[in-house]
C-alpha cells in the first residue's frame, strides 16, 4: 500500500469540497493516523483471492420492461434549491 | 402505562378493544414532552399527523380490519423516506426538503396498519457511533444521560428505550442498529443484506447498508422484520427469497442447536464486567440445551480497516449527489464547480467530510488497488471465515460492544477511537449476515446496559430469533425500564 501521507487539498478538490484551513490540516493529521491504521492489511496474502463487491450471489438484475409512473413533475422539483419554467437554475456552464 | 406495552401486548388489548390506538399514541406523545428534553431522541414529531393516522387506525379496527401492526406506533430514524414528512440525515445539507414519497419499509409499515411517526436522530449520514456527529445537537443515553446512546441510529435506540415509542426503525452499516440497542437495553435486529429493501433509505454504503427494527422484546422483532421483508423490484440487491413465519419459529426450544464462540473476540479492551455477562450468557444457553463451541474466525482483527476502506469508498461516490443542484440547501457559486464545493463545505459535518476525503483517497487514480480493491479480497477472507464457521455451528455469539455507553465527550476528539468501538458489529455487514443484539445484564455502578450479539447465517433470522428469544424468556433483562 502507498504511504499514508494524503494531499487533502487535492483530494478536497476531487471531491468537490470547500475546505478551510484549520480543516485542511486537521483532517490531514487525522487521516494519517487512521490511514497508519490501515496498513495493517497489508500484512495479508490476497493473491489468487478474488474481490467481494457485496454479500450477494446476483448479477444482472432487471426488472420486467414495462412503463410505470414516474414522480410528477412538480413533485420532483419541490425540493429545489431555485427552479424556473419547470427547470432546475444553475450557474452559466458554457460562455 | 400503554407506551411502555410491546407490540404483541398492544395488539392484543387493541384487538379486545380495551385500549384505543389513540389512546396509546397519545401516551407516546405525553411521553415525548415528559422526557424527550432530557433525551433528545427525536429531531422532530408530528404530534397532529400521528393523531389523524391514529383515529384512522382506530375506524379500520371498529370494522375489524385484521393487520399486523394496526395501531402500533413506530418511530423513524431520519435516513429513511416518509412523504410528506421532513428528510435530513441529522444534516444541514438537506435543508427544508420533504420526501416526495415512502421508502419500501415505510410502505409496508402503512399497510400493515402502523402510526407511522417522527424523525429520530442519528449521526450525520448514519457515521459514528455516538449520535455525537448530528447537526441537530446530541442525543442522550435514558439509562444515564451523561452518556452516549451509542449510533449512528442512537434516536432510534433510546426512544424505545425511554418508551417514547412502541419500536423504531434503523439502519445498519456497521453495526449503527446493534450498537446502539446494546447501549440502551433493547433489541436491535440487523437483517441479512438483500433481506429487506433499501429503495427509499439514503445510502450510506451500498453494500453494507440494511434497514432493521428496533424493539422492547424479541417477539417485537421478529414481527417487525415479517412486515419489512420481502423481495423489492426498486432495489436491485433485494433478494427474491420467501418470507417465513418469524413469529412462528419462537419456540423456545433450542436443545441441539450448536453456537461458536469466537476466540478473537476475547480482547484485551473487552471490559470485565461485559465478559461476565456474556460468559453468563454462554452458560444460560448450555442450560437451555445448546451446545457451545469455540471457533476461530481469523481474519477479525483486519475487519475494522477493512470496513473503513470500503464504507468510506462507497459513501464517497453515494453522498457526491448532495451538490446543491436538485434538491437540499446551496451556497451559491460563479460556476457549477465553486458551486459544488461551496454547497458541500458549507452543508457537511466534520465526521461526513473526513470520511469523504478518505473515501475520495482510496478511490483515487494510484491508489484505487492498493486500497481499495485489496480491502475487497480482505472482505472475502472475512466472509469465507464467517461461511466456514457456520459449516460447523448454527449461530456465533459474542458480546455487541468492548464496554457499555461511554461518556459524550469522550471519543468524539480521536476518529480512530471512535471507529474501534465498532469492532464486534462490523464483520456482520462485510460478510452480509444477519445480527441481533439482545439485553444480556447490565454494569454495577453506574448501572448501564449491555448487549449480546448472535450472529446468523445468511437469510437464517429464523433461527437467530429462536435462540435470541428462547434466552430472552430465559432471563430478567429485557423487563427492566429506564428511567429518564
Known amino acids: 500500500m502507498a504511504s499514508a501521507e494524503i494531499d487533502v487539498k487535492y483530494v478536497a478538490h476531487l471531491a468537490r469540497l470547500a475546505l478551510t484551513p484549520e480543516e485542511e490540516k486537521q483532517l490531514g493529521t487525522q487521516l494519517g493516523s487512521i490511514l497508519g491504521y490501515i496498513e495493517k492489511l497489508r500484512e495479508l496474502d490476497v493473491s489468487g483471492v478474488e474481490p467481494t463487491a457485496h454479500a450477494v450471489p446476483m448479477v444482472n438484475v432487471t426488472r420486467p420492461d414495462e412503463i410505470q409512473a414516474s414522480l410528477p413533475h412538480d413533485a420532483a422539483l419541490r425540493n429545489a434549491p431555485r427552479q424556473a419554467g419547470g427547470l432546475f437554475i444553475v450557474p452559466k456552464i458554457v460562455e | 402505562m400503554l407506551n411502555q406495552l410491546t407490540i404483541s401486548e398492544l395488539t392484543s388489548r387493541l384487538a379486545r378493544r380495551e385500549v384505543s390506538a389513540r389512546e396509546v399514541t397519545q401516551a407516546c406523545l405525553d411521553q415525548i414532552a415528559r422526557v424527550d428534553g432530557k433525551i433528545h431522541a427525536f429531531i422532530s414529531h408530528d404530534p397532529a399527523d400521528a393523531l389523524a393516522q391514529a383515529d384512522a387506525a382506530d375506524r379500520e379496527i ?250 468510506t469508498a462507497e459513501a464517497s461516490a453515494n453522498l457526491a449527489r448532495f451538490d446543491g443542484i436538485r434538491y437540499g440547501a446551496r451556497v451559491d457559486g460563479s460556476d457549477p464547480i465553486e458551486l459544488y464545493s461551496r454547497t458541500r463545505g458549507a452543508g457537511f459535518g466534520p465526521e461526513v467530510k473526513r470520511r469523504i476525503i478518505l473515501g475520495t483517497y482510496v478511490l483515487s487514480s494510484g491508489y484505487h488497488d492498493a486500497y481499495y480493491l485489496h480491502a475487497q479480497k480482505v472482505r472475502t477472507l472475512i466472509r469465507n471465515d464467517f461461511l466456514r464457521a457456520f459449516e460447523t455451528v448454527d449461530a456465533i455469539v459474542t458480546p455487541t460492544t468492548p464496554t457499555a455507553a461511554f461518556r459524550a465527550g469522550e471519543k468524539s476528539g480521536d476518529p480512530l477511537q471512535m471507529y474501534l468501538s465498532d469492532i464486534f458489529t462490523i464483520s456482520c455487514n462485510l460478510a452480509g449476515i444477519c445480527g441481533v443484539s439482545v439485553p444480556c445484564g447490565f454494569t454495577n455502578s453506574p448501572k448501564l446496559p449491555i448487549g449480546l450479539q448472535l450472529l446468523g447465517q445468511p437469510f437464517g433470522e429464523e433461527s437467530l430469533l429462536r435462540l435470541a428469544h428462547a434466552y430472552e424468556q430465559a432471563t430478567p433483562w429485557h423487563k427492566e425500564k429506564a428511567a429518564p
Open chain 2, 62 to 311: 371498529v370494522r375489524g380490519a385484521k393487520k399486523p401492526l394496526l395501531g402500533v406506533p413506530i418511530a423513524i430514524k431520519d435516513v429513511l423516506a416518509v412523504k410528506n414528512q421532513p428528510l435530513n440525515c441529522a444534516s444541514k445539507i438537506l435543508g427544508n426538503y420533504i420526501s416526495p414519497y415512502d421508502a419500501t419499509v415505510i410502505e409496508k409499515l402503512k399497510a400493515a396498519g402502523a402510526i407511522v411517526f417522527g424523525r429520530l436522530n442519528m449521526d450525520e449520514f448514519a457515521m459514528g457511533s455516538s449520535t455525537e456527529n448530528s447537526a441537530f445537537g446530541l442525543t442522550r443515553n435514558p439509562w444515564d444521560v451523561t452518556r452516549i446512546p451509542g449510533g449512528s441510529s442512537g434516536g432510534s435506540a433510546a426512544a424505545v428505550a425511554a418508551d417514547e415509542c412502541l419500536a423504531s426503525l434503523g439502519s445498519d452499516t456497521g453495526g449503527s442498529i446493534r450498537q446502539p440497542a446494546a447501549l440502551c437495553g433493547c433489541v436491535g435486529l440487523k437483517p441479512t443484506y438483500g433481506r429487506v429493501s433499501r429503495y427509499g433509505l439514503v445510502a450510506f454504503a451500498s453494500s453494507l447498508d440494511q434497514v432493521g427494527p428496533f424493539t422492547k422484546d424479541v417477539r417485537d422483532a421478529a414481527t417487525l422484520l415479517g412486515v419489512l421483508s420481502g423481495h423489492d423490484l426498486r432495489d436491485s440487491t433485494s433478494v427474491p427469497q420467501p418470507v417465513p413465519d418469524y413469529a412462528a419459529a419462537l419456540t423456545g426450544d433450542i436443545r441441539g442447536v450448536k453456537i461458536g464462540l469466537p476466540k478473537e473476540y476475547m480482547i484485551g479492551g473487552l471490559d470485565p464486567e461485559v465478559k461476565a455477562s456474556v460468559d453468563a450468557a454462554v452458560k444460560k444457553f448450555t442450560e437451555l440445551g445448546a451446545e457451545v463451541v469455540e471457533i476461530s474466525l481469523p481474519h477479525t482483527d483486519y475487519a475494522v480497516a477493512t470496513y473503513y476502506i470500503i464504507a
